[in-house]
């Protein structure tokens, strides 16, 4: 049995839990009531969402909040934004744990629940916790989000194909009249034309008006270039590919994502082109002329 004084001691089961556990779990593993009662009031352990404990070390991360999700309610399918950022996706956080379920119930603490229906596959594991898929979560955080974090969320998914307009239009007819139909809808139109942000479609707006042709939008370079990218523009007869940067900043990660990628793509033989929000907007004369000049150019060489 842990002596009290041992305040770095948890109940052995929170190592495959993420670090996660229960008052019922910490009274199993030997500890007494008075026990448990005494590192909460000394905050040795706090609470993480609904019936979780953990230890003041364990930082609060979206696994450990998917393990305190399913320890207080078994039932229940982390979503929305809780599963988003567990998927890795760029939504933000806004401090509770969200988690669909098949019967109402009220709020515990940070753990937040919403009646929504699922099937089987739209819903996969992580560990011991059900969650839902990448493409149902997109859906969820679509029709909620804020139309800045929802375009930022769609200029993420749509160039990794987690979503088609077939499955957008899908979800919208079997649910007519849900909340965030609106900005769905919105979405499966710019999947369907292939432009996932509104600097992307600034982009295609700017090129047709210039009567600039030869170009396609959304193209994947695999099959073309064996490179794993997709080009926001793509003019194949001269292998030119024009990227443009959306208007929220995506961090270092998606910095050096960006970065690694072009070097890919001039490896292959392509000439990369790359504009920001700003280029297109206060620049976009310069951005039009530098297209065309480059294309002409490449032609010339060819």
Avoid: K
Avoid at 113 to 142: K, M, Q
Avoid at 218 to 232: F, I, Q
Avoid at 238 to 261: I, K, N, W, Y
């Amino acid at each position: 049995m842990p002596r009290l004084i041992d305040t770095a001691w948890v109940p052995p089961v929170a190592r495959g839990q993420r670090g996660v556990f229960t008052r019922r779990q910490a009274l199993a593993a030997g500890l007494s009531t008075d026990q448990v009662r005494h590192r909460l009031e000394r905050r040795v352990w706090h609470r993480v969402a609904g019936a979780a404990l953990a230890s003041v070390a364990t930082p609060l991360s979206a696994e450990a909040d998917a393990y305190a999700a399913w320890l207080t309610w078994p039932d229940a399918v982390l979503a929305l934004t809780s599963a988003a950022r567990l998927h890795g996706m760029p939504v933000p956080d806004d401090g509770q744990v969200h988690v669909l379920v098949p019967t109402p119930r009220r709020p515990r603490g940070r753990l937040r629940s919403h009646e929504h229906r699922w099937v089987g596959d739209e819903v996969s594991s992580y560990g011991d916790v059900p969650v839902t898929r990448p493409a149902r979560t997109v859906l969820d955080c679509l029709a909620v989000l804020p139309e800045r974090d929802g375009d930022r969320l769609l200029a993420w998914a749509g160039p990794r194909r987690l979503l088609t307009a077939d499955l957008v239009d899908a979800w919208l007819a079997a649910r007519p009249g849900y909340r965030g139909n609106a900005r769905l809808a919105r979405a499966a139109d710019r999947l369907r034309r292939g432009v996932y942000s509104e600097a992307e479609e600034l982009l295609h707006e700017l090129l047709r008006a210039a009567g600039i042709t030869g170009w396609a939008a959304d193209v994947d370079l695999a099959p073309v270039l064996g490179v794993a990218a997709v080009a926001d523009v793509w003019f194949g007869a001269v292998r030119l590919v024009v990227e443009v940067d959306g208007r929220v900043a995506h961090g270092p990660d998606r910095f050096q994502r960006d970065r690694t990628r072009q070097n890919l793509l001039v490896g292959a033989g392509c000439t990369v082109l790359r504009y920001t929000w700003e280029d297109l907007t206060r620049r976009s004369a310069e951005v039009v002329e530098g297209i065309r000049r480059m294309v002409a150019h490449l032609a010339r060489r060819q």
